[in-house]
Protein backbone atom coordinates (compact mmCIF):
# COMPACT_ATOMS: atom_id res chain seq x y z
CA UNK A 1 0.00 0.00 0.00
CA UNK A 2 2.80 2.56 1.08
CA UNK A 3 4.67 1.59 -2.28
CA UNK A 4 1.64 2.23 -4.37
CA UNK A 5 1.12 6.00 -2.15
CA UNK A 6 4.94 6.56 -3.03
CA UNK A 7 4.28 5.64 -7.06
CA UNK A 8 1.25 8.31 -7.10
CA UNK A 9 3.35 10.82 -5.11
CA UNK A 10 5.85 10.36 -7.80
CA UNK A 11 3.71 10.76 -10.88
CA UNK A 12 3.12 14.73 -9.43
CA UNK A 13 7.19 15.13 -9.84
CA UNK A 14 7.55 15.80 -12.92
CA UNK A 15 4.87 18.39 -13.02
CA UNK A 16 5.96 20.03 -10.11
CA UNK A 17 9.41 20.24 -11.59
CA UNK A 18 8.32 22.24 -14.67
CA UNK A 19 6.05 24.95 -12.30
CA UNK A 20 8.86 25.90 -10.12
CA UNK A 21 10.39 26.26 -13.27
CA UNK A 22 7.81 28.05 -14.88
CA UNK A 23 7.58 30.35 -11.30
CA UNK A 24 11.56 30.94 -11.26
CA UNK A 25 11.31 32.17 -14.70
CA UNK A 26 8.85 34.82 -14.01
CA UNK A 27 11.09 35.68 -10.80
CA UNK A 28 13.89 36.31 -13.43
CA UNK A 29 12.48 37.81 -16.44
CA UNK A 30 10.61 40.22 -13.80
CA UNK A 31 12.07 43.70 -14.39
CA UNK A 32 10.33 44.83 -10.92
CA UNK A 33 11.33 41.91 -9.48
CA UNK A 34 7.66 41.31 -7.90
CA UNK A 35 6.90 38.01 -5.99
CA UNK A 36 3.45 37.39 -7.86
CA UNK A 37 0.89 35.63 -5.12
CA UNK A 38 -1.15 33.86 -7.06
CA UNK A 39 1.29 30.84 -8.54
CA UNK A 40 2.73 30.83 -4.77
CA UNK A 41 -1.08 30.67 -3.52
CA UNK A 42 -1.69 27.16 -5.37
CA UNK A 43 1.45 26.11 -4.58
CA UNK A 44 0.13 26.30 -1.25
CA UNK A 45 -2.87 24.96 -1.74
CA UNK A 46 -1.12 21.97 -3.42
CA UNK A 47 1.37 21.21 -0.91
CA UNK A 48 -2.14 20.89 1.68
CA UNK A 49 -3.38 18.23 -0.24
CA UNK A 50 -0.16 16.34 -0.40
CA UNK A 51 -0.03 16.42 3.13
CA UNK A 52 -3.58 15.10 3.66
CA UNK A 53 -2.74 12.54 1.64
CA UNK A 54 0.16 11.02 3.94
CA UNK A 55 -2.08 11.17 6.93
CA UNK A 56 -4.80 8.94 4.97
CA UNK A 57 -2.12 6.76 2.23
CA UNK A 58 -4.11 3.53 3.55
CA UNK A 59 -7.53 5.01 2.40
CA UNK A 60 -7.32 4.54 -1.40
CA UNK A 61 -10.03 6.46 -2.82
CA UNK A 62 -9.58 9.76 -0.13
CA UNK A 63 -6.12 9.50 -0.55
CA UNK A 64 -6.25 9.11 -4.34
CA UNK A 65 -8.86 12.46 -3.94
CA UNK A 66 -6.30 14.69 -2.27
CA UNK A 67 -3.56 13.71 -4.95
CA UNK A 68 -5.70 14.64 -7.65
CA UNK A 69 -6.59 17.92 -6.11
CA UNK A 70 -2.92 18.58 -5.35
CA UNK A 71 -2.19 17.95 -8.93
CA UNK A 72 -4.71 20.61 -10.50
CA UNK A 73 -3.43 23.26 -7.87
CA UNK A 74 0.26 22.39 -9.30
CA UNK A 75 -1.34 22.57 -12.98
CA UNK A 76 -2.76 25.94 -11.79
CA UNK A 77 0.12 27.55 -10.24
CA UNK A 78 2.05 26.85 -13.45
CA UNK A 79 -0.29 28.35 -15.82
CA UNK A 80 -0.41 31.41 -13.81
CA UNK A 81 3.49 31.46 -14.13
CA UNK A 82 3.44 30.71 -17.45
CA UNK A 83 0.50 33.69 -18.11
CA UNK A 84 2.77 35.85 -16.54
CA UNK A 85 5.62 35.29 -18.21
CA UNK A 86 4.21 34.92 -21.75
CA UNK A 87 3.27 38.93 -21.28
CA UNK A 88 6.32 40.34 -19.28
CA UNK A 89 8.75 38.46 -21.43
CA UNK A 90 6.91 38.92 -24.81
CA UNK A 91 7.03 42.51 -23.61
CA UNK A 92 10.18 42.46 -22.81
CA UNK A 93 11.72 41.09 -25.95
CA UNK A 94 10.08 43.87 -28.26
CA UNK A 95 11.08 46.65 -25.77
CA UNK A 96 14.81 45.32 -26.33
CA UNK A 97 14.36 45.96 -30.05
CA UNK A 98 12.13 48.98 -29.98
CA UNK A 99 15.54 51.43 -30.21
CA UNK A 100 16.41 50.29 -33.59
CA UNK A 101 15.00 51.14 -36.87
CA UNK A 102 13.66 48.81 -39.79
CA UNK A 103 16.50 49.36 -41.78
CA UNK A 104 19.17 47.61 -38.67
CA UNK A 105 16.93 45.11 -37.86
CA UNK A 106 16.07 44.02 -42.03
CA UNK A 107 20.04 44.18 -42.37
CA UNK A 108 21.25 42.42 -39.07
CA UNK A 109 18.26 41.00 -37.75
CA UNK A 110 15.29 39.80 -40.72
CA UNK A 111 14.11 36.84 -38.79
CA UNK A 112 12.44 39.21 -36.05
CA UNK A 113 10.21 40.30 -38.61
CA UNK A 114 9.64 37.05 -40.49
CA UNK A 115 9.49 34.66 -37.44
CA UNK A 116 10.63 35.74 -34.42
CA UNK A 117 7.61 38.75 -33.75
CA UNK A 118 4.80 36.72 -35.35
CA UNK A 119 6.01 33.85 -32.66
CA UNK A 120 5.67 36.06 -30.19
CA UNK A 121 2.55 36.91 -30.74
CA UNK A 122 1.02 33.83 -31.76
CA UNK A 123 2.62 33.04 -28.29
CA UNK A 124 0.54 35.02 -26.35
CA UNK A 125 -2.82 34.64 -28.38
CA UNK A 126 -2.51 31.01 -27.01
CA UNK A 127 -2.60 31.51 -23.48
CA UNK A 128 -6.77 31.98 -23.26
CA UNK A 129 -6.53 28.48 -25.77
CA UNK A 130 -4.09 26.38 -23.63
CA UNK A 131 -6.69 27.74 -20.86
CA UNK A 132 -9.83 26.67 -22.60
CA UNK A 133 -7.72 23.10 -23.54
CA UNK A 134 -6.70 22.20 -19.83
CA UNK A 135 -10.59 21.75 -19.00
CA UNK A 136 -10.60 19.27 -21.23
CA UNK A 137 -7.15 17.32 -21.48
CA UNK A 138 -5.21 19.14 -18.33
CA UNK A 139 -1.37 17.07 -19.42
CA UNK A 140 -1.40 17.82 -23.06
CA UNK A 141 -2.15 21.62 -22.92
CA UNK A 142 -0.09 22.14 -20.02
CA UNK A 143 3.27 20.67 -21.92
CA UNK A 144 1.90 22.19 -25.08
CA UNK A 145 1.67 25.61 -23.58
CA UNK A 146 5.14 24.81 -21.47
CA UNK A 147 7.30 24.40 -24.42
CA UNK A 148 6.18 27.26 -25.80
CA UNK A 149 6.65 29.01 -22.92
CA UNK A 150 10.35 27.03 -23.42
CA UNK A 151 10.85 28.41 -27.07
CA UNK A 152 10.16 32.22 -25.88
CA UNK A 153 12.84 31.66 -23.60
CA UNK A 154 15.20 30.77 -26.30
CA UNK A 155 13.84 33.79 -28.69
CA UNK A 156 15.09 35.77 -25.54
CA UNK A 157 18.85 34.57 -25.63
CA UNK A 158 18.64 34.75 -29.46
CA UNK A 159 17.58 39.08 -29.43
CA UNK A 160 20.33 38.85 -26.57
CA UNK A 161 23.14 37.40 -28.90
CA UNK A 162 21.58 39.97 -31.19
CA UNK A 163 22.02 42.97 -29.03
CA UNK A 164 25.56 43.77 -29.73
CA UNK A 165 25.32 43.09 -33.74
CA UNK A 166 22.58 45.73 -34.04
CA UNK A 167 24.28 48.30 -31.81
CA UNK A 168 27.28 48.04 -33.70
CA UNK A 169 25.24 48.49 -36.97
CA UNK A 170 23.83 51.54 -35.25
CA UNK A 171 27.27 52.75 -34.44
CA UNK A 172 28.51 52.35 -38.07
CA UNK A 173 25.42 54.00 -39.40
CA UNK A 174 25.47 57.32 -37.19
CA UNK A 175 29.22 57.64 -37.88
CA UNK A 176 27.84 57.22 -41.85
CA UNK A 177 25.12 59.51 -41.54
CA UNK A 178 27.35 62.13 -39.34
CA UNK A 179 30.17 62.11 -42.08
CA UNK A 180 27.12 62.74 -45.06
CA UNK A 181 25.72 65.62 -42.95
CA UNK A 182 29.51 66.80 -42.90
CA UNK A 183 29.83 67.09 -46.31
CA UNK A 184 26.49 68.01 -47.39
CA UNK A 185 27.23 71.05 -44.99
CA UNK A 186 31.21 71.55 -46.50
CA UNK A 187 29.54 70.96 -49.89
CA UNK A 188 26.91 73.79 -48.88
CA UNK A 189 29.36 76.57 -47.78
CA UNK A 190 31.61 75.93 -51.30
CA UNK A 191 28.75 76.45 -53.31
CA UNK A 192 27.97 79.83 -50.94
CA UNK A 193 31.68 80.83 -52.00
CA UNK A 194 31.54 80.12 -55.05
CA UNK A 195 28.99 81.85 -55.82
CA UNK A 196 29.59 84.87 -53.54
CA UNK A 197 33.43 84.80 -55.90
CA UNK A 198 31.25 84.81 -59.11
CA UNK A 199 29.22 87.79 -57.71
CA UNK A 200 32.41 89.70 -57.11
CA UNK A 201 33.81 89.08 -60.47
CA UNK A 202 30.79 89.97 -62.52
CA UNK A 203 30.88 93.66 -60.50
Given at each position: ?13 P ?6 F ?20 Q ?17 S????Y ?25 T ?14 T ?29 I??N ?19 V??M ?41
Amino acid sequence: MVENYHNKLNQLSPLYEKVKFAILLVENFDEKQEMYVAPINQLRSALDHIFKSVNIANESANCDYEIKEAKEHLERAGYDALELLAGSLGTSIINKLMPYDTETLTNVFPSYFTSIKPKIIEIQQNVALRRMERKIESNKSFSAYFDEIVELVNINKSVDKMIPSLQEFNRKKGKENRKDILWKIIIGLISCLVGFLLSKIHW
